[in-house]
């Protein structure tokens, strides 16, 4: 089978896409033909080893994918083999897809949909007429997170590098957005968040976590999920007494033993998406051929929505 293969840490000319042998299926597992692998941003980071752990090489990259096993239309999650013809998962990370959701629909509510709704629901709980402040709003998590924050009752207060991009978010039903790469941030996002933000999700680290911490009220709550910018970001625990803020940390994989907690939000995420709650932006597609272009356009802050590979291309 064909699948992107990574020999060394470094820049995307690292992706190459080989014939290797079929991966292993030990009884705890699916084999699953697949027909889109997600990419994500912590893809990248692996890449450059740059993430919480590094990963044995050579290694297959991609955590996340849609697609037949068994007879059965199953999307799952994995740590690494995603970006293939055929993948792995464990039983307790591989979830029926309903008849009425379409595989990119399912793949986009997978490992972002699932992270967006624990963000909101598990960690953040967030709670109707509170302000939440989402970043990367036009993006994999964000358009997710804008929307499912509204479904909840939240006033949204998005971010997001570019005018398209800001309009998008508005579109989906952020009440104000801010520009991401603005020189003003913090007091763009104090103003947006009038008054002061009950719950943030913070995705960037450094000036953007001061800003995003600075801009939540007494009291606020601020969850960690990723460190686009840098991963070096460090807090006084002095100004969580005197402020009262609570910063939680939110890793997915941590879920990934407790089927019922991901069931859960998967049936919610369908729900919402059948009752025209939820819009899954438009998925992009690159050939299989093509995984370093997709994480170079990821990584340039060019995409929106869901980003996917077609492993039969
Ligand atoms: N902890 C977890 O379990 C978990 C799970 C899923 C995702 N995540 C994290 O969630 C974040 C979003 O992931 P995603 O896959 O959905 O990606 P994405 O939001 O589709 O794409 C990344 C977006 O992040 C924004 N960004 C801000 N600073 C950036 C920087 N320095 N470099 C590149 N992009 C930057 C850009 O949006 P703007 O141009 O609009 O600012 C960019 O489009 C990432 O930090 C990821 O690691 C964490």
């Known amino acids: ?26 009884p705890e597992h699916r084999r699953i033909e697949v027909t889109r692998s997600g990419v994500n941003f912590a893809d990248l980071l692996v890449r450059e ?57 399912a793949l986009a509510l997978t490992l972002q949909g699932q992270s967006a709704w624990h963000l909101l629901h598990t960690v ?10 989402v ?35 508005a579109e989906l039903g952020a009440d104000a957005v ?37 801009a939540l009220a007494p009291l606020g709550r601020l969850a960690v999920y990723g460190g686009a910018a840098t991963m070096e970001t460090t807090i006084d625990t002095r100004e969580l007494m005197s402020t009262g803020k609570s910063v939680q940390g939110f890793w997915l994989p941590l879920l990934y033993d407790n089927r019922h907690t991901l069931t859960e939000a ?12 939820l819009r899954v932006p438009p998925v992009t597609v690159y050939p299989l051929t093509e995984a370093a272009r997709a994480q170079e356009d990821l990584r340039a802050r060019r995409t929106v929505g869901k980003v996917a590979l077609d492993p039969g291309r």
Do not use: W
């Open 124 to 133: 953040l709980r967030v709670r109707s007429g509170e302000t939440v402040i």
């Open 135 to 169: 970043p990367a709003a036009a993006g994999g998590v964000g358009s997710l997170a804008v929307q499912l924050a509204k479904r909840a009752g939240a006033r949204v207060v998005a971010m997001a590098g570019t005018p398209e991009k800001r309009a998008f978010a």
């Open 1 to 26: 089978m064909r699948a992107v293969v990574m020999k060394r840490y470094g820049g995307p000319e690292v992706l190459k896409v080989e014939d290797v042998p079929e991966p292993g299926v030990e």
């Open 49 to 105: 080893d740059d993430y919480l752990t590094s990963v044995p090489l050579p290694f297959v990259p991609g955590n996340e994918v849609v697609g037949r096993s068994d007879g059965e239309r199953v999307a799952a999650l994995m740590r690494g083999g995603g970006y293939a013809q055929v993948s792995r998962a464990r039983l307790a990370t591989t979830f029926p897809v309903p008849d009425d959701i379409d595989d990119e629909t």
């Open 266 to 277: 998967a049936h919610d995420l369908f729900a919402a998406v059948r009752s025209g709650e």
């Open 178 to 214: 801010v520009d991401s790469r603005s020189g003003t941030l913090a007091d763009d996002l104090a103003e947006a968040a009038d008054g002061g933000a009950d719950a943030a999700l913070e995705m960037t680290g450094g000036d953007t976590f001061r800003a995003t911490m600075d």
